[in-house]
């Protein structure tokens, strides 16, 4: 427990230290059970891998969190479930954050999966645990992408109906920006920018950096949609700034692109430039390789509309190996919108 309250200081300055030092603890209760043999009645075991993989997450380690997640689904016990109220569904909870750290390591199919085999026991998850608002997200914006606007909307109200009778802001502030960013995708920009602004306006003392995050993001991508490149500007540099200040790397780079985008779109390739190259160069370092290729696909057009010989070809083979490594084609995210 106390790892817990360790981990949700969100006041704490030095994030990293908080996060290793919530990571000891939990390493430390697994260790003892282990060292003394001790067999706990509960899922604790497994709620405490939950936990460390969260720590990595924070850390940007989407390859130990997965590993920390496989180890605490392998810990839990079906027999076990209900001994702890606070453990209620903690295979559900596992699963959920499976779900979103294969989801943001590229591994779409894999979170795809998860989602698909869930699904139809969504009745049986407490409504008061988030993971359940996890799979309405996620479920949304597979929809989204697969342009089934429809249903993506109704799934995503359903969650916020949800978010709302439990009373978790946070969880409503996302579905609301997922639901906007749905309405982006079907070029129906004003309610889409009423969406984001809500969000906004709803969370104005900042308690939920990521969400302000997100909403000047989409609302940077509405506005460069528009040619409206002042605001498109001022939205994109307020994300970036948060994001810098969270160490939100994942975050980070999607901003950098679409701020790179703002100078993109008005053919400035030499001030478009150094957006894509931090932002490939932080997606790299820490291994978020198919953002990273979508930075190298901008830096390539800017090099060769800049006639940077050399850097266009070194940047062509990194985005060949990089492509052999993955499998991949484009990553499924939205950056721009054209109407």
Request: proline letters at 1%; hydrophobic letters at 35%.
């Amino acid at each position: 427990m106390e790892g817990r309250i360790i981990q949700r200081d969100r006041d704490g300055k030095d994030r990293k230290k908080i996060y290793k030092k919530a990571e000891k603890k939990f390493k430390h209760a697994i260790q003892v059970c282990n060292q003394y043999g001790l067999n706990p009645e509960d899922n604790i075991i497994a709620a405490c891998y939950n936990r460390l993989a969260a720590c990595r997450y924070f850390l940007n380690d989407l390859d130990k969190a997965i590993d920390y997640i496989n180890q605490g689904l392998a810990a839990y016990d079906e027999a076990k479930e209900g001994k702890n109220n606070l453990l209620t569904n903690n295979k559900y909870n596992l699963l959920a954050n499976k779900m979103m750290y294969l989801w943001n390591s590229s591994q779409y199919d894999q979170a795809a999966s998860i989602l698909y085999e869930v699904w139809p026991q969504r009745s049986k998850i407490d409504k008061n645990n988030y993971a359940l608002l996890d799979f309405y997200k996620f479920r949304s914006i597979i929809l989204r992408n697969q342009k089934m606007f429809e249903a993506a909307r109704q799934c995503c109200n359903e969650g916020i109906d949800i978010a709302t009778s439990i009373r978790s802001d946070n969880r409503y502030l996302d579905l609301m920006i997922i639901l906007g960013s749905i309405y982006l995708s079907e070029g129906d920009f004003d309610r889409a920018y009423d969406r984001f602004e809500l969000v906004l306006n709803a969370d104005s003392e900042c308690k939920y950096p990521r969400r302000h995050i997100d909403a000047h993001t989409y609302l940077g991508i509405l506005f460069n949609a528009k040619n409206d490149w002042s605001q498109a500007t001022t939205h994109l540099e307020k994300a970036i700034n948060i994001a810098r200040e969270r160490q939100d790397v994942f975050r980070l780079g999607k901003a950098l692109i679409i701020r790179g985008n703002v100078h993109l779109f008005q053919e400035q390739f030499s001030e478009a430039l150094p957006y894509y190259q931090e932002a490939e160069n932080i997606l790299e370092l820490n291994s978020y390789k198919h953002r990273q290729h979508t930075a190298l696909l901008k830096l390539i057009y800017c090099f060769d509309k800049m006639g940077r010989t050399n850097e266009f070809i070194e940047s062509l083979v990194k985005k060949y190996r990089l492509e052999t490594e993955l499998c991949i084609k484009s990553e499924v995210e939205i950056y721009e919108v054209f109407y």
